[in-house]
C-alpha cells in the first residue's frame, strides 16, 4: 500500500503541508508517503515546533482513507500511536501513549504524531498522518518531557528507512483493523500513559492532582478528581506536570 507512491525530499518545510498541497493531484490518494531528511517549520500539538537534526531522524507523512465520521476522527491517532509502540516493542523498546499525540519511552519522549483530515460534509475522506520520530539524533534542546532516540536508547545507530518501513508495515495492519471495524481500545488503554495512576495536571493556570481512566470517543482525556467526579479535557485545557 505505502510502496507506490513515495516521494523523497531532501528538505521542506513541513512534510503534512507537502502533503496537503497536493490534495487536487492525482497522487493525493491512500498509500501516499513524503519523507524529507530535513524539516524546518515541523510542527506538532498545540502549535509546537518539532526539533530535528538533518538526516537523523524519521520524518514523514502518510495518505489514508478512513472514511469514518469526524467525531470518530480520534479512532486515526489511536492506530497510529499503536503503530509506533509495536514497531518500539518489535526493538525490545517498552513504550507508553501520552495524549493526545506523543509517544514516550520511560517518560521520555521518542515521537510526535500530527493528524489534519480532509472532509466531505462529516466524513473523513482523507488524513494526512504526519510522524516526527527520533532515530539517531543524541542531543536535544531541553523540553518536558525531555526527549530520546531509538540510537540513545539501544546504544547504537538504526537505519532510517529500515524504521520507517516497518512503521508504515505496522501501520498497515492497525488500519486495516480499523477499516473491519474491530475495536482496539483495549490495547491502546493498556499502552495509555499514567493511566489509573496519580499524576499532576494544570488547568486554567491551576494545579490538580487526578486520575487518567481513559479517552472519550471524541477524543477527550478522561481525569477521575479528587472529588471522584469525571472530567472531560480537550488537548487545550489540560497539560501534564512532570
Not at 14 to 38: P, R
Not at 70 to 94: P, R
Not at 125 to 149: K, R
Not at 176 to 204: H, I
Amino acid at each position: 500500500m505505502f510502496t507506490i507512491n513515495h516521494i523523497k525530499l531532501e528538505a521542506i518545510n513541513s512534510t503534512n503541508d507537502y502533503a496537503l498541497s497536493l490534495k487536487d493531484s492525482i497522487v493525493f490518494k491512500e498509500g501516499l508517503v513524503v519523507t524529507a531528511k530535513f524539516q524546518s517549520m515541523g510542527s506538532g500539538q498545540r502549535g509546537k515546533a518539532w526539533e530535528g537534526s538533518a538526516n537523523k531522524n524519521l520524518l514523514l507523512s502518510v495518505v489514508i482513507e478512513p472514511k469514518i465520521k469526524i467525531d470518530e476522527q480520534y479512532l486515526i491517532s489511536k492506530i497510529v500511536a499503536l503503530s509506533l509502540c509495536d514497531l518500539l516493542k518489535k526493538l525490545g523498546i517498552e513504550a507508553a501513549i501520552k495524549w493526545p499525540n506523543d509517544i514516550l519511552v520511560a517518560k521520555q519522549k521518542i515521537a510526535g504524531i500530527l493528524i489534519q483530515n480532509k472532509l466531505k460534509g462529516n466524513v473523513i475522506t482523507h488524513s494526512i498522518i504526519g510522524l516526527g520520530f527520533n532515530v539517531n539524533q543524541v542531543v536535544f534542546m531541553p523540553y518536558s518531557p525531555a526527549a530520546t532516540s531509538l540510537k540513545l536508547l539501544l546504544k547504537k545507530e538504526c537505519h532510517v528507512f529500515q524504521i520507517q518501513e516497518l512503521f508504515l508495515s505496522f501501520l498497515i495492519v492497525r488500519l486495516m483493523r480499523l477499516k473491519k471495524g474491530e475495536n482496539q481500545d483495549v490495547e491502546y488503554f493498556k499502552s495509555l500513559f499514567l493511566k489509573d495512576k496519580p499524576a499532576a495536571f494544570e488547568s486554567q493556570n491551576k494545579q490538580f492532582m487526578g486520575i487518567i481512566k481513559g479517552v472519550s470517543e471524541s477524543g477527550k482525556l478522561l481525569i477521575q478528581l479528587e472529588d471522584n467526579s469525571i472530567t472531560a479535557f480537550d488537548s487545550q485545557q489540560v497539560k501534564y506536570l512532570f
